[in-house]
């Protein structure tokens, strides 16, 4: 686990955009299985996080359609929360920054780590634009 004045200015670049933090099991599966589109943000210490990921998703709010629902989890910090988060990207294995796109619970588009890192914020947010385009 991260200690928890490491993580607190890392998850308030999301949650001051207007994120939910997701602490737990319970929390991840309630926004997931809402109905409608929902973000799913696996935030991290990395520094493709604070380089792409964050700003990336950030960026992409700025969009003629975006979900209904933006939310965040904290890998090493909130476990159980992004373990819960994590089973829901089924297929797709366990990275940390990644971001899932959902639509009445179903995973409709996925951003992995290895699609972040050496990608720009602004990269970031036009893959998600798209999806966005596409599904909400």
């Given at each position: 686990m991260y200690p928890e004045q490491l993580v607190i200015p890392m998850?308030?670049?999301?949650?001051?955009?207007?994120?939910?933090d997701l602490r737990n099991a319970e929390q991840v599966d309630?926004?997931?299985?809402?109905k409608g589109t929902v973000l799913?943000?696996?935030n991290s210490v990395c520094g493709c996080?604070?380089?792409?990921?964050?700003?990336?998703?950030?960026?992409?709010?700025d969009a003629s359609k975006r979900?209904?629902?933006?939310?965040?989890?904290?890998a090493g910090f909130d476990t159980e929360a992004?373990?819960?988060?994590?089973?829901?990207?089924f297929p797709f294995p366990p990275s940390s920054p990644c971001v899932g796109?959902?639509?009445?619970?179903?995973?409709?588009?996925?951003?992995?780590?290895?699609h972040i890192e050496g990608k720009?914020?602004?990269?970031?947010?036009?893959?998600?634009?798209?999806a966005y385009e596409e599904y909400c």
């Open positions: 998850k308030e670049e999301l949650t001051s955009a207007g994120f939910e309630a926004a997931i299985n809402s799913v943000v696996v996080a604070a380089g792409a990921a964050r700003p990336g998703v950030k960026l992409s709010l979900p209904d629902r933006i939310t965040t989890v904290f992004t373990a819960e988060a994590r089973k829901h990207f796109l959902f639509k009445d619970g179903e995973l409709v588009h996925f951003v992995e780590r290895h720009s914020g602004a990269m970031i947010a036009e893959n998600l634009k798209a």
